[in-house]
């Protein structure tokens, strides 16, 4: 998780500053620790946009480190240095894209001089470690920092100096696995690294990044490690693993979907810390990352299409009457399942050159749609343009709405996450680097991105919201402004850096799957302004002209006309955005005419309760937990 690495690297530097020179020169950072982090960090062949930041490799930051001479420490020892080129839109390699094993090697560099250092003079100069205990050590402060093993009150530094063994009440791994928690609730992501650090303290190798039970329990903290060691795999590319079709895990007409969990009435409260479990002095990295999102289209009537008729959609879909509704993808009906992918395989396969400027728009929408209040209207605005395109395709695809991919119901499960099927999206891969996507609507060579390479994907281990923290945030933060910069942060940035390669970075919209994940986020706003009682209503309360950070000052005020320009500077978009909007514009859903829609089957609506006003407009609550 880069987002806070250059925070932790200058800790690390702070903390050594008085400290002699004169440290041990083992335990090493083997090979076998190298993997061990690999496992948990995103991989980037070339520099990517994270947090604002540029950062390569694997969580390499230019914010803390000289991108242009980069060093790097082979296994041996021995160092040698990448070179780039820095440049106003960013760095360049000098000779393209790293290597694995330079990736490998700038890593161990990175542990060697900022992270090692404390473990062996707060640590290791006091009592014997393993090659292993020390790597599992080395591993925990990359992704927390240093203060948990300097801390005279850190419970993992006692007991290691006092020899603990490692499993039992008071045992080193129950004390690793204290640190599971985000602004106070427990992250399977969490448990998973902690407990597989704990494993690698007790010298067993490999296995799965797993979890034992259920994110917040004892059992979690205390995992059986019964099963026979194994050696640390090279990460290789990409390997799909089999996954059920689109529908009910047999493919659309073949099974039936499992049957709908138990509702969960009534309102949530924010999540809780594990009883005697003590939130750590540093607090496990919350990815916020930068990622540019879709610019908000501007909603008015598409010009008609030049390109050939398409070929009508398959299945038998409700037709649309009135308003979109827009539906959740995980309990979406086959039928609607199979329309929307088909309409993206057309638009995508017919006006490739206007997919691209779907794309080179949300890159140029960088400053006034990212980091500041126009990042939900403009976003709001984009979605309902690529509505329009894929609408425009005539035939059944007239009546396609665009779905939402409801991932506050995937937390905790991410790898059995409804969007990734092999007949859908693409299957689910786990990978250590962005490889190819090759099966689903954006499976190469069908689909090609901007330049005619293939779109890749990377899943690394960042976590999903839950429904119940969507709730809490939404009942919690009345102001607009602390409401979408909140937003914004990782419940919208966790998915981008977890599909990793395109959708990490500034061209996004390359992968489809960003457009389903921008109508969810465009839903958390609807059910915020329909539950504090904004919907329908005036839009004086609900929108405030805001930047969260210095450098983005161009908030778009709620009178400002939505830019949607394909290159920067440039008059031109493309005809789904054919009226000029304003942020007012876009505040009710139902002023949109042709453009309307809501959210249905909804059940974090429910899980809200009843809203300022007594009713909800823009969502219909159901009961059914999906």
């Known amino acids: 998780m880069p987002g ?24 090493p950072i083997t090979t076998a620790t190298v993997d061990l982090i690999k496992c948990f960090e995103s991989w980037q062949p070339d520099f990517h946009l994270v947090l604002g930041k540029w950062h390569i490799g694997y969580g390499l930051s230019c914010d803390s480190h000289d991108c242009t001479a980069i060093s790097a420490m082979r296994a041996d020892g021995t ?72 801390s005279a009150s850190s419970t993992v530094r006692t007991r290691v100096l006092n020899g603990a063994p490692l499993e039992g009440n008071s045992g080193v791994r129950e004390a690793m696995t204290r640190y599971n928690q985000a ?12 407990n597989r650090e704990a494993d690698f303290y007790g010298g067993r190798h490999g296995g799965p990044c797993y979890t034992c039970g259920e994110c917040g329990t004892q059992a979690d903290r205390m995992c059986a490690t019964t099963d026979a060691p194994t050696p640390v795999p090279t990460p290789a590319p990409s390997t799909a693993t089999p996954q059920p079709s689109g529908c009910g895990g047999g493919g659309c007409g073949t099974a039936t979907p499992a049957p709908p969990s138990t509702p969960q009435p009534g309102t949530p409260q924010p999540s809780t810390p594990q009883p005697g479990t003590p939130t750590p002095g540093t607090p496990a990295p919350t990815p916020q ?61 017919t006006r490739a050159g206007e997919y691209d400027d779907f794309v080179k728009m949300h890159d140029t929408a960088w400053d006034y749609a990212h980091g500041t209040s126009g990042f939900l209207p403009w976003h709001r605005y984009y979605l309902i343009g690529w509505e329009n395109a894929l609408q425009s395709l005539g035939g059944n695809f007239s009546n396609v709405c665009l779905p939402y991919w409801d991932w ?16 859908t999206f693409g299957s689910y891969v786990s990978n250590t680097w962005p490889a190819c996507v090759t099966d689903g609507v954006a499976g190469f060579p069908d ?6 390479s293939c779109l890749t994907r990377a899943l690394s281990s960042s976590f999903f919201t839950d429904e119940a923290s969507m709730a809490a945030l939404i009942m919690g933060n009345p102001n607009f402004s602390t409401f979408y910069s909140s937003l914004e942060g990782a419940p919208h940035g966790n998915p981008h ?49 805001h930047s969260t ?44 005419g042709a453009d309307a829609y809501t959210y249905g089957g909804d059940h974090l609506a429910y899980v809200l309760g009843a809203p300022a006003s007594g009713t909800w407009d823009w969502a219909t609550p159901t009961s059914v937990a999906t």
């Open 447 to 452: 689909w090609k991105i901007t330049g005619g």
């Open 497 to 545: 850096i977890w599909v990793n390669g395109q959708m990490a970075d500034s061209v996004s919209p390359e992968d489809p799957l960003f457009f389903v994940h921008h109508a969810n986020v465009d839903r958390m706003w609807a059910l915020w302004q329909d539950y504090h009682g904004y919907a329908g209503g005036a839009a004086a309360g609900q929108y405030t002209a």
């Open 183 to 194: 602004n106070g609730a427990c992250l399977d992501a969490l448990v998973k690294r902690r």
């Open 289 to 349: 990352p930068d990622t540019p999102q879709p610019s908000t289209p501007q909603p008015g009537t598409p010009a008609p299409s030049t390109s050939a008729p398409s070929t009508p959609a398959p299945g038998t879909p409700t037709p649309a009457s009135g308003p979109c509704v827009r539906k959740a993808w995980s309990t979406l009906p086959c039928a609607e399942r199979e329309l929307y992918i088909a309409a993206v395989k057309e638009f995508k396969a």
């Open 79 to 150: 160092t040698y240095t990448i070179t780039a080129t820095a440049s106003g839109s960013g760095y360049t390699l000098t000779n393209g894209p790293l290597t694995v094993t330079q990736g490998e090697d700038i890593l161990r560099h990175l542990l060697e001089t900022s992270f090692a250092p404390c473990v062996r003079t707060q640590i290791a100069s006091a009592v014997s470690l393993t090659d292993d205990q020390f790597g599992a050590l080395v591993s925990f402060a990359y992704n927390l920092g240093c203060g948990p093993l300097t």
């Open 4 to 27: 806070l690495r250059a925070m932790h690297v200058a800790a690390a530097a702070a903390l050594l500053s008085g400290v002699s020179s004169a440290v041990a020169v083992s335990p």
């Open 408 to 423: 506050e119901v995937d937390a905790g499960s991410e790898e059995t996450t409804s969007v990734l099927r092999p007949d």
């Open 549 to 592: 950070t210095v450098v983005r000052t161009s908030a778009l005020q709620l009178s400002s006309v939505m830019p949607m320009p394909i290159t920067p500077g440039g008059s031109s978009t493309l005809p789904y955005f054919a009226a000029a909007r304003t942020v007012e514009d876009v505040m009710d859903l139902a002023a949109f």
